[in-house]
């Protein structure tokens, strides 16, 4: 079936290091990921979306990164700030169903000053 | 351009009533979904709507119901409603198929 997963519910990083978040996917025919980020009391925000047609694609201070082999994506952070402190989703349609998504459960990314 | 609007942003409601909620999305947007989100479940889609007809529906109870008028605005109702209904509820528009959802702040749902 389809599914989206996170590696690792809670991420720590020191302000200013890089974070890679990552996200795990079950169904090989996927052609398209989201990343949202969600701050407390917020609605999820898009971050940056990546195509199956894409192993890389590159946004401001964030890089997704698509591996098809191991259904594998990821999310880096460059230079974290104490804003990119919230919860990341990563999030996947479910085919030939408009625009019905899967969301991952989350990565809770606190980054230390 | 204004983003997705939700109202209200929280709610009280008693176990046994129902609460309509409202989602006013982009303008331009004519696909709408729901979706509730609480810390043991995630985000769970509800349903869909696109130019005035329910395209997908989640694995949702039907005391879970939806609307959308034609002007995109959608408002979701949940009857009968249980201790278990708590939870952030969350609306999305969208410009086309497999394009970014873009999320208004939702509506906090409390029942006691």
């Known amino acids: 079936g389809e599914s989206v997963g996170l590696h690792l519910p809670t991420l720590s990083v020191q302000e200013g290091d890089n974070s890679i978040i990552n996200c795990a996917y079950s169904?090989?025919?996927?052609?398209?990921f989201i990343w949202y980020k969600q701050e407390s009391g917020k609605g999820p925000q898009f971050i940056i979306d990546?195509?199956?047609?894409?192993d890389k694609r590159q946004g401001q201070r964030v890089t997704v990164l698509l591996n098809k082999t191991v259904k594998h994506l990821s999310l880096q952070i460059a230079a974290t700030q104490p804003g990119d402190s919230a919860v990341y989703f990563c999030a996947e349609p479910l085919p030939n169903t408009g625009n019905q998504f899967y969301f991952g459960t989350g990565t809770s990314l606190t980054v230390i000053p | 351009k204004a983003g997705v609007t939700q109202t209200p942003r929280y709610l009280i409601k008693t176990r046994g009533q129902q609460v309509t909620l409202s989602c006013s999305p982009i303008s331009g947007h004519r696909s709408v979904s729901w979706y509730q989100q609480t810390p043991g479940q995630g985000l769970q889609f509800l349903f869909e709507y696109f130019s005035e007809t329910q395209r997908n529906k989640g694995n949702f109870p039907g005391r879970f119901s939806g609307r959308q008028f034609s002007n995109s605005r959608s408002e979701m109702n949940v009857s009968t409603l249980e201790l278990g209904d708590s939870a952030l509820y969350l609306c999305a528009s969208a410009g086309s198929y497999n394009s970014p959802l873009h999320f208004g702040n939702g509506t906090r749902l409390t029942v006691t």
């Open positions: 169904n090989s025919a996927s052609d398209y």
């Open positions: 990546i195509r199956s047609n894409m």
